[in-house]
């Protein structure tokens, strides 16, 4: 099963600078400190973290692909990533709290129409 995830997280556009400086951090492409963790699941194949903002506020749109389900995916990503992704987070002005990260994630996964259709056909 392969599955394509995409999570929106809302903050505040004042967040956005510290938020981006957080993401330069990571890496474009990404750094050995975010690539490592992914590459020894092996199971996580394309992962980005995106920021913009609009007239309605801002939103941290994170994508990936992977060879799990929907969830699986993303609870992955979490113990993998746990800290850089906290540590984002916080940039945004978004605190997680005592929520376990993973079904935060999920809590904000949209549903892809487009894996939607995969299904079907």
């Known amino acids: 099963m392969t599955s394509f995830v995409t999570i929106a997280i809302p903050f505040a556009a004042d967040r956005l600078g510290p938020l981006q400086a957080a993401l330069d951090r ?3 492409p990404a750094s050995v400190a975010m690539r490592a963790p992914l590459d020894a699941d092996g199971s996580i194949h394309f992962m980005t973290l995106n920021a913009f ?3 309605g506020g801002g939103h941290l749109l994170l994508e990936a692909t992977g060879d799990h389900s929907e969830a699986e995916t993303v ?4 113990r993998a990533l ?7 987070l916080a ?3 978004t605190d997680v709290g005592e ?3 993973s079904s935060f994630l999920n809590q904000r996964r949209l549903n892809s129409a487009l ?3 995969r299904r079907r056909g």
């Open 26 to 28: 990571l890496g474009n």
């Open 53 to 55: 903002v609009d007239e």
């Open 75 to 78: 609870a992955r990503i979490a």
């Open 82 to 88: 746990r800290e850089p992704l906290i540590e984002t």
């Open 91 to 93: 940039a945004s002005g």
């Open 99 to 101: 929520a376990d990260l």
């Open 115 to 117: 894996a939607g259709s």
